[in-house]
């Protein structure tokens, strides 16, 4: 496995490009996610391919498909959103991220991550707050403002969120928060009233 991985990746870097698509649909989950990299690297990453990979049974793949699409938006045909019900928490935690870094947003974004405020996985949560500070519509405030009392690690993330956002609600939330147990929260408040 190792060894067909990094010819995969290798395909990648020197234009082997028959090498990169015949992993498509290798037994190993891992070469089939390290062709998708391979494949953005050539060019060639069609939005087929990342509509196959982001419903592979392997979080594997779906996770990587997630980060190509993040990382190259292929359009309004290749949507992130039906991985924000996935049953792996690391595949909706990247597809959470991957959701704030697109322009446009998908349509629909906005209602779904607010949806995964409540999620059991602090890393989802976090992801889903970060996205909906990153798109700044203002549907996504109040999830914002209710990860403000989440645990530390997203009541940061929730902070820094409320950057493109103004309005009493949110001059409170960040009041609060420059008295924060955690510095680093106490810290992105500070910052961001200054």
Not at 18 to 38: E, F, I, K, M, N
Request: proline share 8%.
């Amino acid at each position: 496995m190792a060894e067909r991985r990094a010819a995969v990746a290798e395909a990648g870097h020197t234009g082997d490009r028959a090498t990169a698509l015949a992993a498509r649909s290798d037994p190993d989950p891992g070469v089939r996610a390290t062709a998708l990299g391979a494949l953005r690297r050539l060019g060639t990453l069609s939005p087929a391919d990342l509509l196959v990979a982001l419903a592979d049974p392997s979080p594997i793949v779906r996770r990587r498909a997630a980060e190509e699409v993040a990382a190259d938006d292929p359009g309004p045909t290749v949507s992130l959103l039906g991985l924000l019900d996935d049953p792996d928490p690391t595949v909706i935690e990247v597809a959470a991220w991957g959701c704030g870094e697109r322009t446009p947003p998908e349509p629909g974004a906005v209602a779904a991550l607010t949806r995964l405020v409540d999620h059991d996985d602090a890393l989802v949560r976090e992801a889903a707050v970060a996205s909906l500070g990153a798109i700044g519509d203002p549907a996504g405030l109040p999830a914002i403002l209710a990860a403000t009392r989440d645990r530390a690690t997203v009541r940061r993330r929730a902070v820094i969120a409320l950057a493109p956002f103004d309005g009493p609600e949110v001059d409170a939330a960040l009041e609060r928060a420059t008295t924060d147990r955690d510095w680093q929260v106490r810290q992105a408040a500070e910052d961001l009233l200054s």
